[in-house]
């Protein structure tokens, strides 16, 4: 199996059994993702080169008008599409084999995480896995320290609060925020 086709299984939300060629390519590529972010966050780079470097990870080129700060963590990489426009603020990790999407003009704050797989619940299977992609719609603002759980989607122009746990979808133009995150407000409405 081939990262193709590996990409191709995650994109379906295949199960991910432990100990087959899937799981092999997912360390194998975790492997190459590791190398790839020691290059990103451990030197100073120009926005110029992190775009360069942040296009390696990924394998496909991204906007010159994204910014990172590193540091920058994930387990896979080639999973990651970000649109024009996009902010990565310091210390976020994506675990991405199920897939990431970042609308343009997306904020991400510090130490965000992004999470694409979750666990079989069975202990004697816990080592397999079930991707789910994460997408995040245009002009959307991530708060520190806020986790995305697998399959959540985050419409245009929404707010997640700081430290906000999200496990299910949050609509365009809201603010949610909480532990599980609930839908706090719309946006535009009057403050009380």
Same mark, same amino acid.
């Given at each position: 199996?081939?990262?193709?086709?590996?990409?191709?299984?995650?994109?379906?939300?295949?199960?991910?059994?432990?100990?087959?060629?899937?799981?092999?390519?997912?360390?194998?590529?975790?492997?190459?993702?590791?190398?790839?972010?020691?290059?990103?966050?451990?030197?100073?780079?120009?926005?110029?080169?992190?775009?360069?470097?942040?296009?390696?990870?990924?394998?496909?080129?991204?906007?010159?008008?994204?910014?990172?700060?590193?540091?920058?963590?994930?387990?896979?990489?080639?999973?990651?599409?970000? %649109? $024009? /426009? *996009?902010? =990565?603020? @310091?210390?976020?990790?994506?675990?991405?084999?199920?897939? !990431?999407?970042?609308?343009?003009?997306?904020?991400?704050?510090?130490?965000?995480?992004?999470?694409?797989?979750?666990?079989?619940?069975?202990?004697?299977?816990?080592?397999?896995?079930?991707?789910?992609?994460?997408?995040? %719609? $245009? /002009? *959307?603002? =991530?708060? @520190?320290?806020?986790?995305?759980?697998?399959?959540?989607? !985050?419409?245009?122009?929404?707010?997640?609060?700081?430290?906000?746990?999200?496990?299910?979808?949050?609509?365009?133009?809201?603010?949610?925020?909480?532990?599980?995150?609930?839908?706090?407000?719309?946006?535009?409405?009057?403050?009380?």
């Amino acid at each position: 199996m081939d990262i193709e086709e590996y990409k191709a299984l995650t994109a379906k939300g295949a199960y991910l059994e432990a100990g087959s060629p899937a799981h092999e390519v997912m360390h194998a590529a975790a492997a190459e993702a590791r190398k790839n972010k020691e290059k990103i966050n451990n030197a100073y780079h120009t926005q110029e080169e992190l775009c360069a470097l942040f296009s390696e990870l990924t394998g496909r080129e991204v906007d010159r008008s994204f910014t990172l700060f590193p540091p920058f963590y994930t387990d896979f990489g080639k999973n990651i599409r970000v %649109g $024009k /426009n *996009v902010f =990565i603020n @310091a210390g976020c990790c994506f675990q991405d084999q199920g897939g !990431i999407e970042i609308g343009d003009g997306a904020l991400i704050g510090h130490q965000v995480v992004i999470a694409t797989l979750n666990h079989d619940l069975a202990p004697e299977k816990r080592g397999s896995m079930r991707p789910a992609a994460v997408k995040i %719609g $245009k /002009n *959307v603002w =991530i708060g @520190a320290h806020a986790t995305l759980l697998p399959g959540v989607s !985050i419409g245009e122009n929404a707010v997640v609060a700081a430290g906000a746990v999200v496990a299910k979808d949050v609509p365009a133009n809201t603010v949610a925020g909480g532990v599980p995150a609930k839908i706090l407000k719309r946006i535009g409405e009057e403050e009380p």
